[in-house]
């Protein structure tokens, strides 16, 4: 934002806290993302380094990945475009590379909005403590200066393809060449996920797998002309589960705008809980890593997961690890604790194998296999994992979020009851039979509810309790 007379810059309205997101043409601009691509080369000491940069198939992200890439070689830079990539693309060129990047994306928001995700070389998150402010500030100082001045000799701008090295990678810990033949749809919703998608489970790039896939949406166009790409509305998800059943498929998989996240629908069209796909994988990497020798490994789960999944991660000689809700926040743990994989409700989930980045294609996978290598439909191997009844998260529109958190300890302070405060407020019922976690969102009016119990009735009762305090 600008103000004429003194022109002074404050990306405050597009700095988050783990990325840039803004409108085009107002937040985020060819200036701005020039700008912040100088500051992101000096705020993390890159000149003379190599820096990775690459963008969605919104209608910016060419012109924006230029611009970035122009203010890091004049810091002194040498940038290679990635051109198109996927999110978790970046992750791995960061990683594989052992050099810093940048993607530009706005995820699953609207078609006006683009952004940026940055991650330091071995795919470590950048976030606003981990060096984003710190980028923000160089950047409005460039910006009120006016320019950029070059730093020392400028750095080489060339293009680098890492697709296929991906897709590569990605077949290497997942071998899908033994699964029975599965009838796949997958919705890329118009996003990243349809380049990305014939890549590694087609035969575009690689030899043919045992997989038929059913491209829903597949044409990369950042106006998102069918559904909006974010797969966590269940709207988004219709035209997949009719199609499943259209097509007699075994299974649907949903990639949100940049193919970092991904939804499962199973044979009759119905959800499989990304709760459910976190215990899935759990246990294929819990029995990967013991065959490997590895003792009592580790898995992250946030608190709004299932417990089913550290019950299981337990039967199965595993570790879990609880932690609040955060994709920057996650990685950090999953690096502290050694963790071989994380999962959230949210549908992202983490991999060691993945420098601890999130990655929806690699998850797939690991589906696909657990689906591939047993006979039954994935109705019923998804049961095995979703032994409890989920509301989902409820949304409530409150002011005094704080206040409507205090009426429901109120109500509850005569059952049998425990609070933690780990991430918001989650009150445990002593003998087992629901769990619920109340959470304020901190950046919009919303305070969320999530609600789990071990049969319907009682999850409703619960859930319509709470609400009802809550709305007043």
Partial sequence: MTSEQTKTYDLSASFKAYDVRGIVGDSITVEIVEAVGAAFVDVL???????????????????FSRAFANGAATRGANVQLLDLISTDELYFACGKLNAAGATFTASHNPAEYNGIKMAKAGAVPISSETGLKEIQARAEEYLNAGTIPAQGSRGLISVRDVLKDYSEYLRSLVDLSGSRPL??????????????????????????????????????????????????EPENLRDLQAAVVEHGADIGLAFDGDADRCFVIDEKGEPVSPSAVTGMVARREIAR??????????????????????????????????TRVGHSFIKAVMAAEGAIFGGEHSAHFYFRDFWNADTGMLAAMHVLAALGEQDGPLSDLGREYEPYRSSGEINSEIEDKAAAVERVRQDFHTEDVEIDYLDGSTFVAADGSYWFNLRPSNTEPFLRLNVEATDQETMERIRDRVLSVVRG
């Fill in 45 to 63: 000491e890159l000149s003379g380094q190599t820096v990775l940069v690459g963008g969605d198939m919104r209608p910016s992200s060419p012109e």
């Fill in 183 to 232: 009838k796949v749809v997958v919705d890329a919703g118009n996003g990243m996920a349809g380049m990305t998608t014939p890549a590694v489970l087609g035969d575009t790039l690689l030899p043919k797998l045992p997989l038929e896939i059913v491209p829903l949406y597949f044409e990369l166009d950042g106006s998102f002309p069918n559904h909006p790409a974010n797969p966590l």
């Fill in 289 to 322: 890593a013991k065959a490997n020798g590895e003792d009592n490994p580790t898995i992250i789960h946030n608190l709004l997961t299932s417990r089913a999944v550290p019950e299981l991660v337990a039967t199965d000689g595993g570790r879990a690890v609880r």
